[in-house]
């Protein structure tokens, strides 16, 4: 699950910093479906969330899933929004409310899906 987390990392990194530099080449005709901008951002930053959840719940299982989640959703929720900022200085890039509402918006729906999927998981092995 780690790695999977940190492929996933790497890829969301991948497609901002091509993104900065205005190289997106196909991926550009997302922009192009009406809502597939904020509909990625929902998605990616979710997945993104969930898999950073589901791995620190491994990585910590005596501790509070609620509270992991908590602080490494506060953490991601700062990148995000530092990162959607950040885009104010590049031309190839604008900075959205709607982007930026559709990412926290993902982040809390996987993280509440990572909280539950543990949840059932557990009950099943119970």
């Known amino acids: 699950?780690?790695?999977?987390?940190?492929?996933?990392?790497?890829?969301?990194?991948?497609?901002?910093?091509?993104?900065?530099?205005?190289?997106?080449?196909?991926?550009?005709?997302?922009?192009?479906?009406?809502?597939?901008?904020?509909?990625?951002?929902?998605?990616?930053?979710?997945?993104?969330?969930?898999?950073?959840?589901?791995?620190?719940?491994r990585s910590f299982p005596f501790q509070s899933r609620e509270r992991v989640a908590i602080i490494s959703d506060l953490g991601?929720?700062?990148?995000?929004?530092?990162?959607?900022?950040?885009?104010?200085?590049f031309s190839s890039r604008t900075f959205s409310l709607g982007d930026l509402t559709a990412s926290y918006l993902g982040l809390m729906f996987f993280s509440w899906l990572a909280l539950r999927t543990k949840r059932v998981m557990e009950s099943k092995v119970s």
């Open 1 to 57: 699950m780690k790695w999977l987390t940190i492929l996933f990392a790497v890829f969301i990194i991948l497609i901002i910093v091509l993104a900065d530099l205005g190289k997106l080449g196909i991926l550009q005709m997302v922009n192009q479906i009406p809502l597939g901008d904020k509909a990625g951002h929902f998605i990616l930053y979710g997945i993104l969330t969930l898999l950073i959840n589901l791995t620190l719940f």
């Open 76 to 89: 991601l929720a700062l990148l995000i929004g530092l990162e959607e900022f950040s885009q104010r200085y």
